[in-house]
């Protein structure tokens, strides 16, 4: 059973077009996040959820937008993708957010290339 | 603000050890440890919550000198399989969110 899953694991699009990256987790957890890691490997935190609410909102530009329909699940939607938004996207969870902000756990990575 | 991470790289051969460093220009209130393999997402290795504190994980262990703002990793007798990128992240009292360091490329050749 995987613990955080991400659909699709491979994107490949042109510039302008819209997409979307699926997360869920089996865990239980209460918060979810979405980090996006380039090319030089830097894991920068995008968003984060706690039991829905949208608690984290890091300077992302507004062409990227996360819904949680329920807990279990964190979606990232972005539209008239660029080239720099080629990367690897990583669905995460923990028990805990917050200031006691416990172990991540990662999704496989959802590798996007914008052509 | 972004843990700043050194080195920027290591090799070694197996059975050799290793220490990765992390600071932060701020005051922490814990330090988590990752790795990660190529191709694949990261996996925790330890978190640390109070100023001087050192944990263990086989042969794998770290220290947090909270007044120093700074952690160590320290990986002995290397084995091939704790080849991987190590990253920190930091976390400041009170705040939401875990913020990750530049990573430490670690290469352990047989």
């Known amino acids: 059973d995987t613990a955080v899953s991400q659909t699709p694991k491979y994107l490949v699009t042109q510039m302008g077009n819209d997409k979307s990256i699926k997360c869920e987790q089996n865990l239980g957890h209460d918060t979810m996040y979405w980090y996006k890691q380039d090319s030089k490997k830097f894991l920068k935190i995008m968003f984060s959820?706690?039991?829905?609410?949208?608690?984290i909102n890091e300077t992302v530009p507004n062409r990227f937008s996360p819904k949680s329909p329920d807990k279990a699940h964190l979606n990232l939607h972005i539209n008239s993708l660029e080239l720099g938004d080629s990367a690897v996207y990583f669905c995460?969870?923990?028990?805990?957010?917050?200031?006691?902000?416990?172990?991540?756990?990662f999704g496989e990575g959802s590798r996007l290339t914008v052509l | 603000q972004q843990p700043v991470q050194s080195p920027q790289a290591v090799i070694l051969r197996e059975g050799e050890d290793a220490v990765i460093n992390c600071s932060s220009s701020k005051a922490l209130y814990s330090v988590h440890w990752y790795r990660q393999k190529h191709g694949e997402a990261p996996v925790f290795l330890m978190i640390l919550l109070k100023g001087g504190e050192q944990k263990g994980h086989e042969k794998i262990s770290a220290s947090f000198n909270e007044k120093k703002q700074q952690s160590s990793l320290y990986l002995t007798a290397s084995q091939l399989s704790y080849s991987g990128t190590y990253f920190c992240?930091?976390?400041?009292?009170?705040?939401?969110?875990?913020?990750f360091g530049q990573g430490t490329r670690l290469t352990i050749n047989p």
């Open positions: 995460a969870s923990s028990r805990l957010g917050g200031a006691n902000t416990g172990e991540l756990f």
């Open positions: 992240g930091t976390q400041k009292g009170g705040a939401q969110k875990l913020v």
């Open positions: 959820y706690n039991n829905k609410e949208l608690i």
